[in-house]
């Protein structure tokens, strides 16, 4: 898609700090940080968002909920079910009403020590 700043991030066309890629997916720091750790992880295929998703994108739905938990281990925000601590937030923002920024579907992981921006 022309125009859109995601494919350009994941075309290497825009820097970014990226800390994952593969085949389908790309994932990266983001530029305005809500907490000490947010990622976002980004479908190398441009759809626009989750609404636009259909039963071929089940799989890599599948592929970016799965990254989430591991991305979050890898940077320290994982959660640990034994000790009941750590944790992180996982989240699509679809549409104006959303609060959708960009629209090239995208997961933000969002997670580290509070106080985060805006919440407790
Ligand atoms: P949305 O509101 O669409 O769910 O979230 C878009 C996110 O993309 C925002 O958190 C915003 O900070 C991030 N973002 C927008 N432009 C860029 C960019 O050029 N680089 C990076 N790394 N993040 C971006
Ligand atoms: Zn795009």
């Known amino acids: 898609m022309d125009n859109c700043i995601f494919c350009k991030i994941a075309a290497g066309q825009i820097p970014s700090k990226l800390i994952h890629e593969d085949e389908d997916l790309i994932a990266f720091h983001d530029i305005n940080p809500a907490a000490p750790v947010h990622v976002l992880i980004v479908p190398r295929e441009h759809i626009a968002t989750l609404a636009d998703c259909g039963e071929r994108h089940a799989a890599l739905l599948g592929k970016m909920m799965l990254l989430a938990p591991k991305l979050a281990q890898q940077l320290g925000c994982g959660y640990d079910a034994e000790a009941g601590a750590g944790g992180f937030k996982s989240l699509f923002n679809t549409g104006p009403d959303g609060g959708q920024e960009v629209y ?17």
Request: proline content about 12%; aromatic content about 6%.
């Open 104 to 120: 090239h579907l995208h997961l933000h992981v969002i997670g580290g020590p509070r106080p985060w921006r805006g919440q407790r």
